[in-house]
Nanobody, 130 residues
Framework: QVQLVESGGGLVQAGGSLRLSCAASERTFSTGTMGWFRQAPGKEREFVAAITWSGSRSYYAYHADSVKGRFTISRDNAKNTVFLQMNSLKPEDTAVYYC????????????????????WGQGTQVTVSS
């Protein structure tokens, strides 16, 4: 069983930065996908970014159009941890951010679907004040 533990959320002013971390415990995927989704009050959970890998060297990153150029997903293979660096934050980025993982390569439009991921973290709150 994989447990995902998120950290790094908080309150920040518009234009500021935060870095979210998601550590996967108890199991290391040699091939897999990890991603970030977010859910604002009254809205559906939406895709933010994801990263896929096969072995220790091949990484492919995907970002939602709404965060391209501001957010960057990355992975530390040795620590089995994924990061989401969030810059130029806007009030509309306010949401609970969830880490997700799966032990296979999720490709194409499937990477944006919550149903493509078997494992989920508890979520971390990000609040951006104007």
């Amino acid at each position: 069983q994989v447990q995902l533990v998120e950290s790094g959320g908080g309150l920040v002013q518009a234009g500021g930065s935060l870095r979210l971390s998601c550590a996967a415990s108890e199991r290391t995927f040699s091939t897999g996908t990890m991603g970030w989704f977010r859910q604002a009050p009254g809205k559906e959970r939406e895709f933010v970014a994801a990263i896929t890998w096969s072995g220790s060297r091949s990484y492919y990153a995907y970002h939602a159009d709404s965060v391209k150029g501001r957010f960057t997903i990355s992975r530390d293979n040795a620590k089995n941890t994924v990061f989401l660096q969030m810059n130029s934050l806007k009030p509309e980025d306010t949401a609970v951010y969830y880490c997700a993982a799966d032990g296979k390569l999720v490709v194409g439009s499937l990477i944006r679907r919550t149903g493509s991921y078997d494992y989920w973290g508890q979520g971390t709150q990000v609040t951006v004040s104007s």
